[in-house]
């Protein structure tokens, strides 16, 4: 693009018209109803999940009071004081039913793009099976269509009326697709099958919610062809629906209305950068048609305004948001988690006793996850024959279980190489206004001590080898000073996963460098936890670097810049989330990996 020429600086991107079908699912109110599918009797009285001294979300009695997700539980229980609380802290129920949910979609997946977001959130990219199920199609009879999930079963499948659109569908009066003239051009033939294809993606969407609920669990979903499209589309119509993102307008006017901070991947610095540059100050509900429609918006302009930053490109990208287009992949199906992270915190532990105590928790905790989610039985006993790729590296060994009673083999389907400790001070209310939230967040990264992966071995010995020998030398390393240790979280985290599927990420050096250092400015921003410890890495020997695999930046694409007054946005999933809330927020990111 001529940068200097003003009339390309504003022009509409042109782009080649994207044939994709992309779902989006996104369960209703999900720790609740995990929650209420334990507690039946829950569904029907107002239900908040707390986590601390917030509600982490609520059902939808409760919203129909006012509460809202988020909400601190003095304010929620005064908009309705028969609020039902229930505990949300422990979050395995969360990720257990998450699992199963994910499972449940990759199972009809062709292709393995399947990719979760958070806990409750699965992008499908359902091309392939909808291409298939166009050529099927019966025009003559569209009301009697048959769906077939299965390329070898013809019989595997579902009846559905292809002569309209499952659930609801934007804009609310889009013509019958299929009941256009037939001397349209070849541009109407193309538009008319594209809408032909979402169709068919809102019946595949509308099972998948059915096969969804045979689970027990509501969901709304969006189809769309891109994944910023059938995310956003699929808020339209929450919770219990979906919404289908009909193609014949530009997705433009369907963003246009929406506030920018609406728009994963526009974030609040790019919004106040947007505001600076329109002179609007005080709008804060800027929409995405004001700052689009703005002479003073360009590609050229917004990335003199961003690349500050350092991410060359931003301009363009965030001018290609504005308009809707993402060409971002949904991303191919993992095997295995690309961290483990548990935490916990604190109100200033003093004593290394404590602290001590708070180590064998939280890796008692880890290594049980750790068991769950890398570790199979190998009934086949076909040891070399991985189940998941890996081309850097053999698979791990199997071991036979001595330990804990158990009989026959098991095998690790990945190992982390890299063990990370975090810490960070604690910080009485009375002085958490001086501080940035995570001020003095601080980590430290060494290489996994092998004897972790003796699945012989019992629990308890090889918790307490790790921190003696591993987790307290890092926490020394981390806070010199021990006369005066107020500690307000610990993290230990496991990750650079060995013999895993890395999800097809890997191998491009870009992309790879765009993630370390979108891994680095999380650190710095959304975490808070840049620090001196980060420069002391490479004085340890046994200190590794860490690399940009081991990061939860998965959802990169979804993440933006920054923190501010009062509340900081989360780089992730784009919410603005309120100091106090931070806290719970980030380990909720750091679990959905698992
Ligand atoms: N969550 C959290 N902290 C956040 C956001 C979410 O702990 N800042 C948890 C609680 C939610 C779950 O993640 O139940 C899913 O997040 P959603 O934003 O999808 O919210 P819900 O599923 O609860 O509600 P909705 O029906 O609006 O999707
Ligand atoms: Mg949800
Ligand atoms: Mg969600």
């Given at each position: 693009?001529?940068?200097d020429?003003?009339?390309?600086?504003?022009?509409?991107?042109?782009?080649?018209?994207?044939?994709?079908?992309?779902?989006?699912?996104?369960?209703?109110?999900?720790?609740?109803?995990?929650i209420?599918?334990?507690?039946?009797?829950?569904?029907?009285v107002p239900?908040?999940?707390?986590?601390?001294?917030?509600?982490?979300t609520?059902?939808?009695?409760?919203?129909?009071?006012g509460?809202?997700?988020?909400?601190?539980?003095?304010?929620?229980?005064?908009?309705c004081?028969?609020?039902?609380?229930?505990?949300?802290?422990?979050?395995?129920?969360?990720?257990?039913?998450?699992?199963?949910?994910?499972?449940?979609?990759?199972?009809?997946?062709?292709?393995?793009?399947?990719?979760?977001?958070?806990?409750?959130?699965?992008?499908?990219?359902?091309t392939?099976?909808?291409?298939?199920?166009?050529?099927?199609?019966?025009h003559?009879?569209?009301?009697?269509?048959w769906?077939?999930?299965s390329?070898?079963?013809?019989?595997?499948?579902?009846?559905?009326?292809?002569?309209?659109v499952?659930?609801?569908?934007?804009?609310?009066?889009?013509?019958?697709?299929?009941?256009?003239d037939?001397?349209?051009?070849d541009?109407?033939?193309?538009?008319?099958?594209?809408?032909?294809r979402?169709?068919?993606?809102?019946?595949?969407a509308?099972?998948?919610?059915?096969?969804?609920?045979?689970?027990?669990?509501?969901?709304?979903?969006?189809?769309?062809?891109?994944?910023?499209?059938?995310?956003?589309?699929?808020?339209?119509?929450k919770?219990?629906?979906?919404?289908?993102l009909l193609?014949s307008?530009?997705?433009?006017?369907?963003?246009?209305?929406l506030?920018?901070?609406?728009?994963?991947?526009?974030?609040?610095?790019t919004?106040?950068?947007?505001?600076?540059?329109?002179?609007?100050?005080?709008?804060?509900?800027?929409?995405?048609?004001?700052?689009?429609?703005?002479p003073a918006?360009?590609?050229?302009?917004?990335?003199?305004?961003?690349?500050?930053?350092?991410?060359r490109?931003i301009?363009?990208?965030?001018w290609?948001?504005?308009?809707?287009?993402d060409?971002?992949?949904v991303?191919?199906?993992?095997d295995?988690?690309?961290?483990?992270?548990?935490?916990?915190?604190?109100?200033?532990l003093?004593?290394?006793?404590?602290?001590?105590?708070?180590?064998?928790?939280?890796?008692?905790?880890?290594?049980r996850?750790?068991?769950?989610?890398?570790?199979?039985?190998?009934?086949?006993?076909h040891?070399?024959?991985?189940?998941?790729?890996?081309?850097?590296?053999?698979?791990?060994?199997?071991?036979?279980?001595?330990?804990?009673?158990k009989?026959?083999?098991?095998?690790?389907?990945?190992?982390?190489?890299?063990?990370r400790?975090?810490?960070?001070?604690?910080?009485?209310?009375?002085?958490?206004?001086?501080?940035?939230?995570?001020?003095?967040?601080?980590?430290?990264?060494v290489?996994l001590?092998?004897?972790?992966?003796?699945l012989?071995a019992?629990t308890?010995v090889?918790?307490?080898?790790l921190?003696?020998?591993?987790?307290?030398?890092?926490?020394?390393?981390?806070?010199?000073?021990s006369?005066?240790?107020?500690?307000?979280?610990?993290?230990?985290?496991v990750?650079?996963?060995?013999?895993?599927?890395?999800?097809?990420?890997?191998?491009?050096?870009?992309?790879?460098?765009?993630?370390?250092?979108?891994?680095?400015?999380?650190?710095?921003?959304?975490y808070?936890?840049?620090s001196?410890?980060?420069h002391?890495?490479?004085?340890?020997?046994?200190?590794?670097?860490?690399?940009?695999?081991?990061?939860?930046?998965e959802?990169?694409?979804?993440?933006?810049?920054?923190?501010?007054?009062?509340g900081?946005?989360?780089?992730?999933?784009?919410?603005?989330?309120?100091?106090?809330?931070?806290?719970?927020?980030?380990?909720?990111?750091?679990?959905?990996?698992?």
């Amino acid at each position: 693009m001529d940068m200097d020429n003003p009339d390309s600086k504003r022009k509409a991107p042109r782009r080649k018209r994207d044939i994709r079908v992309i779902l989006h699912f996104d369960l209703d109110c999900f720790y609740a109803q995990c929650i209420e599918n334990a507690n039946p009797h829950l569904k029907l009285v107002p239900l908040g999940i707390k986590q601390k001294s917030i509600l982490a979300t609520c059902n939808y009695v409760a919203r129909s009071h006012g509460v809202r997700k988020l909400m601190g539980i003095h304010e929620a229980k005064r908009l309705c004081p028969d609020l039902v609380l229930a505990d949300g802290e422990d979050l395995s129920p969360f990720r257990d039913v998450s699992k199963k949910i994910y499972s449940l979609l990759k199972s009809y997946s062709w292709n393995g793009r399947v990719e979760r977001l958070g806990l409750d959130e699965v992008f499908l990219d359902v091309t392939d099976v909808v291409a298939y199920n166009l050529e099927l199609l019966n025009h003559h009879c569209l009301e009697q269509s048959w769906f077939c999930l299965s390329r070898e079963d013809p019989e595997r499948g579902f009846g559905f009326d292809a002569s309209a659109v499952a659930g609801c569908s934007w804009p609310l009066d889009d013509p019958d697709p299929i009941s256009k003239d037939d001397d349209d051009d070849d541009d109407d033939d193309d538009a008319l099958r594209l809408r032909l294809r979402l169709l068919l993606g809102s019946h595949l969407a509308f099972y998948l919610r059915q096969q969804i609920e045979h689970l027990g669990y509501t969901s709304a979903c969006g189809i769309a062809t891109n994944k910023l499209l059938a995310k956003l589309a699929g808020d339209k119509n929450k919770p219990q629906n979906q919404t289908t993102l009909l193609s014949s307008h530009s997705p433009a006017s369907f963003l246009d209305p929406l506030p920018l901070s609406k728009i994963p991947g526009i974030g609040s610095k790019t919004i106040t950068a947007l505001k600076n540059l329109l002179k609007t100050d005080n709008d804060d509900n800027l929409t995405v048609r004001a700052a689009r429609t703005n002479p003073a918006v360009s590609p050229a302009a917004l990335e003199r305004l961003l690349a500050g930053g350092g991410e060359r490109g931003i301009g363009q990208r965030i001018w290609l948001l504005l308009h809707g287009i993402d060409t971002g992949e949904v991303k191919p199906a993992r095997d295995v988690p690309r961290q483990i992270s548990i935490e916990d915190t604190y109100r200033g532990l003093a004593s290394l006793s404590h602290i001590r105590e708070g180590l064998v928790q939280i890796t008692a905790s880890l290594l049980r996850r750790m068991h769950v989610d890398l570790v199979e039985d190998d009934s086949t006993e076909h040891v070399t024959t991985s189940s998941v790729s890996s081309t850097s590296s053999p698979a791990p060994p199997a071991a036979t279980t001595t330990g804990a009673g158990k009989k026959g083999r098991r095998r690790w389907t990945a190992q982390p190489k890299t063990l990370r400790l975090t810490t960070r001070p604690y910080y009485p209310p009375s002085e958490r206004d001086r501080y940035e939230y995570n001020h003095g967040r601080v980590s430290k990264s060494v290489a996994l001590p092998r004897f972790v992966f003796d699945l012989g071995a019992e629990t308890e010995v090889i918790v307490d080898r790790l921190v003696e020998g591993t987790l307290l030398p890092l926490f020394h390393a981390l806070n010199p000073d021990s006369k005066r240790l107020s500690i307000g979280l610990l993290n230990v985290c496991v990750t650079n996963m060995d013999g895993g599927n890395d999800g097809g990420g890997g191998g491009d050096i870009v992309a790879a460098f765009r993630r370390q250092k979108e891994v680095e400015e999380v650190r710095a921003v959304a975490y808070g936890c840049l620090s001196d410890h980060d420069h002391d890495e490479e004085e340890d020997g046994d200190v590794v670097e860490e690399e940009a695999e081991e990061s939860d930046m998965e959802e990169a694409e979804w993440v933006e810049e920054e923190d501010e007054q009062d509340g900081m946005r989360c780089r992730l999933c784009g919410c603005v989330i309120p100091f106090f809330a931070a806290e719970a927020h980030g380990r909720w990111h750091e679990v959905g990996e698992g």
